[in-house]
């Protein structure tokens, strides 16, 4: 959640590959820092990329995602948590950095998700 005002305008709005190099995209749409530093990605994920299971670590504090689903896909693409907060099948909410979470590959169609995460210290 490292932030330059330089770094962040050259990576807002441009896709990206996803992290967990399964060849899903994305894109950073916002940031900010009140009231605890919190960045906004749009996710997409095309026929056959998935997430394997794996937890978003932060440095210090508890990161937490708020995770809208704007397009289901056709089939597969399914969201799975070891331990959600709420979860409904377009929205999740989850502690990202203890809770194991994945998402299936997707079979047939395209996913999209807004996805807003943020950090709260303790
Ligand atoms: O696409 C999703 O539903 C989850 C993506 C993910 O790993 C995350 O938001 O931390
Ligand atoms: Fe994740």
Not at 28 to 39: E, I
Request: net charge positive; charged share 25%.
């Amino acid at each position: 959640m490292e932030l330059s005002i330089k770094r962040f305008l050259s990576r807002l709005f441009r896709w990206e590959k996803g992290r967990q190099n399964t060849g899903y995209d994305k894109m950073l749409v916002g940031a900010g820092f009140w009231p605890n530093p919190f960045d906004v990605y749009l996710l997409r994920f095309r026929e056959g990329q998935g997430i394997p299971p794996h937890v978003d670590q932060v440095n210090s504090g508890e990161h937490y995602r708020f995770n809208l689903v704007l397009k289901q896909p056709k089939s597969g693409g399914h969201f799975r948590c070891s331990n959600p907060i709420f979860e409904s099948s377009r929205i999740k909410l989850f502690r990202s950095d203890i809770s194991e979470h994945s998402v299936t590959p997707v079979k047939q169609g395209s996913r999209y998700v807004l996805s807003i995460g943020w950090v709260k210290n303790t």
